[in-house]
C-alpha cells in the first residue's frame, strides 16, 4: 500500500455541501479500494495566477490517505469525469514526511537587505 495525498480545487460557486459530497464521494472509494483515508484539511478560497474557465478563485482541499494504485486509478478517473472538480493533482508522500497548514496568502515582505541595497544602486547610477 502506497501513501497518497490529493490536490483538489473545486469550483468557487460550488455550494458546502457539494463540496463535502465530493469529499465523502472520494473517501468512499478509497476505503472501497482497500485503502485507509487519514485526513483532509480544507485551505479554502484562494485567488489564481490566472483565470481557469472565467474564474479568478478556486477552493482548495487536501486529502491524504494510504491506498492501492488501482484505487488511485479508480479516484483520479472519477475526480476527471466529475463537474465542479476543476483541477487536480494526485501525489505521493515521501515517508515519514509532516503535513503543513496551508500557505498564507499575504504577499511576503522584501528582505531589508535587499531594498537598501537597490536604493543604493540607484544613486550610483544617478551620479
Same mark, same amino acid.
Do not use: C, N
Given at each position: ?5 490529493? &490536490? =483538489?480545487?473545486? *469550483?468557487?460557486?460550488? !455550494? ?6 465530493? %469529499? ?5 472509494? /478509497? ?30 482541499? &487536501? =486529502?491524504?490517505? *494510504?491506498?492501492?494504485? !488501482? ?6 478517473? %472519477? ?5 465542479? /472538480? ?34 543604493? *544602486?540607484?544613486?550610483? !547610477?544617478?551620479?
Amino acid at each position: 500500500m502506497s501513501e497518497y495525498e490529493i &490536490l =483538489l480545487m473545486l *469550483d468557487p460557486d460550488l !455550494a458546502e455541501e457539494r463540496q463535502t459530497e465530493f %469529499v465523502t464521494r472520494t473517501h468512499e472509494l /478509497v476505503e472501497k479500494g482497500g485503502g485507509t483515508w487519514l485526513s483532509h484539511d480544507v485551505w479554502g478560497r484562494r485567488r489564481l495566477a490566472y483565470e481557469i474557465d472565467h474564474k479568478a478563485d478556486g477552493t482548495y482541499h &487536501l =486529502l491524504q490517505f *494510504d491506498a492501492e494504485p !488501482a484505487a488511485l486509478d479508480e479516484i483520479t478517473r %472519477v475526480l476527471k469525469i466529475t463537474d465542479g /472538480v476543476v483541477r487536480h493533482g494526485a501525489y505521493r508522500r515521501v515517508q515519514g514526511s509532516t503535513h503543513q497548514k496551508a500557505p498564507s496568502q499575504a504577499p511576503a515582505p522584501a528582505p531589508a537587505s535587499a531594498a537598501a541595497g537597490s536604493a543604493e *544602486d540607484s544613486d550610483e !547610477a544617478a551620479e
